[in-house]
């Protein structure tokens, strides 16, 4: 069974720092691309990040390029989000997610960032 | 990148069928055959109901359907059931290895 558990969320003011982490298991984790996307509860979806399978390629919404970054330990099945410079508008639910035919076939519990002064 | 639009809310009553449009650009929608669709329950996370424009994973029943025509992807359910109830997103792929999702509707079983 495929299964992604988000951790590391959690309470931070505005120009701090978090990282989250994706446990991958059920799938070989080291053959898919990933994703990371977020959710203001109450609003809707918006993705984040991708890294492809090898790590060798990254992309980044426009909101969070140069402050977020996204990495994966294929030994260790796990999925990373950095968070820098956090802002408030930041403060959502992260879904990790698998993508499969350029879709996110899978999806963890979500993590929740809340940022605030 | 611009979120997709959708209508902000669809009905119908059990039985009935209820269509959702999703309106994007040449440069996601209408550039590739990359468009999804994700049923959310409230307080749940995200389920793929339809990918690549309209092919349903395992598991999802074939009530779901998907289409696309120019820069407007359509996800139709039929027979609609109680369970239906919920928020729906598109999303596609919009070159360079970026993603955009929808608006959301949130459909109601009257």
């Known amino acids: 069974e495929v299964q992604l558990v988000e951790s590391g969320g959690g309470s931070v003011q505005p120009g701090g720092s978090l990282r989250l982490s994706c446990a991958a298991s059920g799938f070989t984790f080291s053959r898919y691309r990933m994703h990371w996307v977020r959710q203001v509860p109450g609003k809707g979806l918006v993705w984040v990040s991708r890294i492809n399978s090898d790590e060798s390629s990254t992309t980044y919404a426009d909101s969070v390029k140069g402050r977020f970054t996204i990495s994966r330990d294929n030994a260790k099945n796990t999925l990373y989000l950095q968070m820098n410079s956090l802002r408030a508008e930041d403060t959502a639910v992260y879904y990790c997610?698998?993508?499969?035919?350029?879709?996110?076939?899978?999806w963890g519990q979500g993590a929740l960032v809340t940022v605030f002064s | 990148q611009s979120a997709l639009t959708q209508p902000p809310s669809a009905s119908g009553s059990p039985g009935q069928s209820v269509t959702i449009s999703c309106t994007g650009t040449s440069s996601d929608v209408g550039g590739y055959n990359y468009v999804s669709w994700y049923q959310q329950h409230p307080g749940k996370a995200p389920k793929l109901m339809i990918y690549?424009?309209?092919k349903r994973p395992s598991g999802v029943p074939d009530r779901f359907s998907g289409s696309k025509s120019g820069n407007t992807a359509s996800l139709t359910v039929s027979g609609l059931q109680a369970e239906d109830e919920a928020d729906y997103y598109c999303?596609?792929?919009?070159?360079?290895?970026?993603?955009?999702f929808g608006t959301g509707t949130k459909v109601t079983v009257l």
């Open positions: 690549e424009v309209n």
């Open positions: 999303s596609s792929y919009a070159g360079s290895n970026n993603f955009v």
């Open positions: 997610s698998r993508d499969v035919a350029w879709s996110f076939d899978y």
